[in-house]
Every structure is written in structure tokens, then in C-alpha cells.
């Protein structure tokens, strides 16, 4: 191992300090085009919503279920094992196999005849997309040194918003075209929006070798700590896969035992019952295809899947669950941003929607207008915002939470003015503001997360923030939306206030947040220690 003494007595450089070499720079870019397509794939089903909503004859409240539901719980839970993987396989290849396998599964949505197609293929995108960041995190941890290590970083996330705005505009040129050029359908008898996830979809197969192509560095290696290859690389894999996928999980709680197993059962009658009062509870839209039931079919098999993990955790490396899910100073400020999630995931679907059907926007013109703009406030609110919190930190120890509270709050009057004008500029304007406040939020809760663990425990806290994101966010957020606008005659004002009922939540949650995070933050090895972590 190459320590910083040994590097300067040899004239090496030390561990950190190497220049980057410009394959690395070339590397980044590739990454940072499958960041972007990962983002238009998932996000140009909002520009296509009015066309899939009218061609199969389903209702908004199953709109929401497909952008959020269908692909959030995948996304989330197999994220889990397949970031194992990424830390013991080969990184290039894996993400590789997942582009192809998103990609195919965007085109296999503009084959779709039926929401149960659709369905399908979006569940796929979902397992498909949760490979890229894994991936891609650890390959540029490896391509560059710590000192640009955020810089690599902002770059490659840079793709989030790029892809989000760039899917507007290449949804409604796509679609306007084609819809101009056949309009009894064109080859195959595909309708416009079919042909959309066609184009966007099969130019990701043709990525997917040239991200072949690419060197895999050697793990460690940058920070003068080679790491040998795992000789049982799919172990761990299996292992997680054991531990957070139904129905393998009832395997993997038998392995630790009966009581274990016990506890996992009686979960899983839990949230079986609580899916089916959900399901009954909640009626269903008279032309809903899938039915109501299917979202919180799939949202209890996703809470089981967690319950489990935690469960697991809780037996394999009790001080990091201590740190997680049993500090709630961490699960206050988690829980908290899910409810900026909640709003934020919500505005991002429906806007196209909503803009298209009440304010009479062409589909082209919000690809302008509303598509770029948003990538741009996104992109300046995350870094602003990470700023921010970081200027406030240094003057505070709640300067990180009060920066989240900030993007909860603020985002709230440009939302309201937004889907409550009838001036489609002022949309446009409002729509923008809200991105911008929203994204603020993202950087300061993803650092107060990081600030409450052990180093080598981050990682498995960067899941757990991902899955309040994905499972609470996503996952209920614009079905909500979309649900109160079905049962309101296809209202998306309606339905974009009905969201606001997290604000509230969220403020709880915040608040305890500004009192519990300083002092959960000053006290991580002491906490540690109490719970069995072996330290210096």
C-alpha cells in the first residue's frame, strides 16, 4: 500500500494528489450521457400522459401509479443488492446490462396495447435504472482523486435535470411529428406517444456497447488502496437479495433463525392487511384498468421488503441500524426531505400534463418552455442550495436542516400560482420557482443524512435516503395527485393541492429535526460505541 510518507520519499505523488488523466474526463462524459438518458426515459412518460390516457382509455389516477408506484418500489428495493454488486463486479459491465435491459424496456413501452403492458415494461425500467448510480459513484471514485471527486460528482448529476428537461422536448417533437405524418397511425399502426418511447429507447441499446468499451479501473487503486477482485463477486448479492426481495426475504429471516422468521411473517400479515383495507378503503375510478388496488398492492410489498431489510440489518450490524433506523434524529430529516419528494415528484409529472389539458400549451412549446427551463432551475438549486447549507453549517449546527425546512416552505406559493393561473407565461414563471426552491432541499438532507454515520455505514445510509425518496415520494406523491384529479372529473389543480398535505407532515418532522440532528451529529461515535462498534 503506497502511504502519502512512502510517495513523497520515492517522488511519486501521494494518494489524492495524481493529476487526472483526460481518459477519465472522457470516461465522465460517457457516464454523464447515461445519466441523462436514465432521466429522459424515466420522465418522458409526463409529456406522453394525455395520449396514453386518451389511446387505452385509463384515468389519471393510473397515470400517477406508472410514473410513481410501479417504478419506484423496483427501483428502490433492488437498488439494495444490486449496489452490492457494484462493489464486488465488474462496474462497466453492470451498468452496461442495466442500460440495455431500461432501454429495452422503454422500447417494449411503445409496443404496449394495454395498461398491463405497460405496466411490465415500466416495472423493468425501474430494476434497470437502479444499476446506474451504484455504479457509476463507485467508477468515478476510482477515475478520480478525492480533491474533484464533488466536482465528478456534480457533473454526473448534472444528467438528472438535463435528462428531465431534454424528455419534454423530445416527447412533444416526437410526437407532434409523427401524430402530423400519420394520423391514422403509422407503421405497425403506432400512435405518436408509442413512437416516443421507441426513440428514446433504442438509441440506449446502442450506448450500451460503446459503454463496453470502457476501461474498469482498478478498485481503490486512486486513494492508494488496490483492492483485489472478489473471487465470489454474486455472494453479497445473494445475500441482500435474501434480505430485501419478496419472497426470497422469508429465506433469508428462516437463515437467521425461528425468531426471525417469526417477526418476518407477522410483518407480512401486517402490511398484507394494510394493503387490503387501503384497497377497499380507498374506492376506485370508474374506468381505472389496473384498479386502486394495484398501488397499494405494490406499496405493501415495497414496506414488507424495507420492514425486512431493517430487520436484517438490525441482526447483521446492530450499530449501523442503531445510527439509521433507530436514531430519529436521522429518520426525521429522511422522512422530512420525502416530503419535499412528496410535492417536488408530483410538480415534475403533472406539470406537462396540466399545462397541455387546462391551459392548452402544444406539446412542443412546453419542451421550451417548461422542459428546459426546469432542468436549468434545477441544476442552479441543488448547487445553491448545497452551498448554502454549507456557508450555514459553518455559523450553525442546524444550518443543513434549516436549508431542507427552506425547500419545504418555499416551494409552496409558486406551486399554488402555478395550478391555480390560467395564464399559461405565469405557469411557465411559477413552474420554474418551484423547481428551483425544491431542488435547494436536496443537497443539504442527502449531507445531514451523511453527517449522522460512521463513514463506513454511508453507504447503506445513502439506500435508506433513497428509499424514503423513492417509497415515500415517488411512490405516493403523484398517484395522489393523480387519483384526487380522477375522482374530481380529471381536475390536476385539484389534484396538485391535494399534495400539499404533506407540507404540514413535513414541518413536524423538520422542526424535530432542528433539535434532534446537532446533537445525533455531535455524539456518532459515542452512539457507535454503545451499540458494539469496535473503535480506536
Known amino acids: 500500500m503506497q502511504t ?6 520515492t517522488g511519486a505523488p501521494p ?11 472522457y470516461a465522465l462524459s460517457v457516464l454523464v450521457l447515461i445519466y441523462i438518458l436514465n432521466f429522459i426515459d424515466r420522465q418522458i412518460l409526463s409529456i406522453l400522459a394525455n395520449d396514453i390516457k ?9 397515470l400517477g401509479f406508472l410514473y410513481g408506484t410501479a417504478f419506484a418500489v423496483f427501483y428502490a428495493l433492488f437498488g439494495i443488492p444490486l449496489g452490492k454488486l457494484a462493489d464486488s463486479w465488474k462496474r462497466v459491465r453492470l ?8 432501454s429495452a424496456m422503454t422500447a417494449l413501452s411503445g409496443f404496449a396495447k394495454n395498461a398491463g403492458t405497460l405496466t411490465v415494461a415500466r416495472i423493468g425500467v425501474g430494476v434497470g435504472e437502479a444499476t446506474a448510480s451504484p455504479a457509476a459513484y463507485s467508477l468515478i471514485s476510482d477515475w478520480f482523486p478525492a480533491r474533484l471527486r464533488a466536482t465528478a460528482l456534480a457533473i454526473y448529476s448534472s444528467g438528472l435535470y438535463l435528462g428531465g428537461g431534454i424528455s419534454l422536448l423530445i416527447g412533444g417533437l416526437v410526437v407532434e411529428n409523427w401524430n402530423a405524418a400519420f394520423p ?24 450500451a456497447l460503446w459503454v463496453l468499451t470502457l476501461r474498469e479501473p482498478v478498485r481503490g487503486a486512486i486513494d492508494g488502496l488496490p483492492t483485489p477482485e472478489d473471487p465470489q463477486p454474486f455472494r453479497g448479492f445473494v445475500q441482500e437479495l435474501l434480505q430485501v426481495i419478496p419472497p426470497f426475504t422469508l429465506m433469508g429471516a428462516a437463515m437467521r433463525g425461528l425468531p426471525a422468521l417469526a417477526i418476518n411473517l407477522a410483518g407480512a400479515a401486517f402490511f398484507t392487511m394494510l394493503a387490503l383495507w387501503l384497497s377497499s378503503a380507498v374506492p376506485a375510478t370508474s374506468s381505472l384498468v389496473a384498479g386502486v388496488s394495484d398501488q397499494w398492492l405494490f406499496l405493501g410489498v415495497g414496506y414488507y421488503a424495507v420492514f425486512s431489510w431493517a430487520m436484517s440489518l438490525r441482526s447483521r450490524d446492530l450499530p ?27 410538480a415534475s409529472y403533472w406539470g406537462a400534463p396540466y399545462a397541455e389539458r387546462a391551459l392548452g400549451a402544444d406539446k412542443s412549446d412546453l419542451g421550451w418552455f417548461l422542459g428546459a427551463p426546469s432542468a436549468v432551475a434545477g441544476f442552479l438549486g441543488v448547487i445553491g442550495g448545497g452551498r448554502m447549507a454549507d456557508y450555514l ?69 445513502t439506500a435508506t435516503f433513497f428509499l424514503s425518496t423513492t417509497l415515500v415520494g415517488l411512490g ?22 391535494s399534495t400539499l398535505v404533506a407540507v404540514p407532515v413535513g414541518l413536524v418532522l423538520l422542526l424535530a429535526a432542528l433539535k434532534l440532528v446537532p446533537a445525533a451529529a455531535a455524539s456518532v461515535v459515542e452512539r457507535a460505541r454503545a451499540a458494539g462498534e469496535n473503535l480506536p
Not at 502519502?4 to 520519499?9: C, D, F, G, L, M
Not at 451498468?95 to 431500461?102: D, I, K, Q
Open 476 to 497: 405516493i406523491g403523484p398517484f395522489m395527485a393523480g387519483y384526487v384529479s380522477a375522482i374530481n372529473g380529471g381536475n390536476l389543480s385539484v389534484g396538485m393541492m
Open 184 to 207: 391514422d397511425g403509422g407503421p405497425l399502426g403506432l400512435a405518436g406517444w408509442q413512437a416516443a418511447f421507441l426513440a428514446v429507447g433504442i438509441p440506449g441499446l446502442l450506448l
Open 15 to 25: 494518494p489524492g494528489e495524481q493529476q487526472v488523466s483526460a481518459y477519465s474526463w
Open 320 to 346: 449501523t441500524f442503531r445510527l439509521t433506523w433507530g436514531s430519529p434524529a436521522f429518520l426525521t430529516i429522511v422522512l422530512g426531505y420525502g416530503t419535499v419528494a412528496f410535492v417536488a415528484y408530483s
Open 54 to 62: 386518451l389511446d387505452l382509455g385509463v384515468e389519471d389516477d393510473y
Open 393 to 461: 453549517l459553518e455559523r450553525r449546527p442546524t444550518g443543513r436542516v434549516l436549508v431542507v425546512l427552506f425547500g419545504l416552505v418555499t416551494t409552496v406559493p409558486p406551486l399554488v400560482i402555478a395550478f391555480t393561473t390560467a395564464s399559461l407565461p405565469v405557469f411557465y414563471v411559477a413552474s420554474f420557482f418551484a423547481q428551483f426552491l425544491s431542488a435547494s432541499a436536496l443537497g443539504a438532507a442527502a449531507a445531514s443524512s451523511q453527517a449522522l454515520v460512521l463513514p463506513r455505514m454511508r453507504g447503506l445510509a
Open 4 to 9: 502519502e510518507a512512502s510517495a513523497r520519499a
Open 95 to 102: 451498468m452496461s446490462l442495466g442500460l440495455a435491459l431500461w
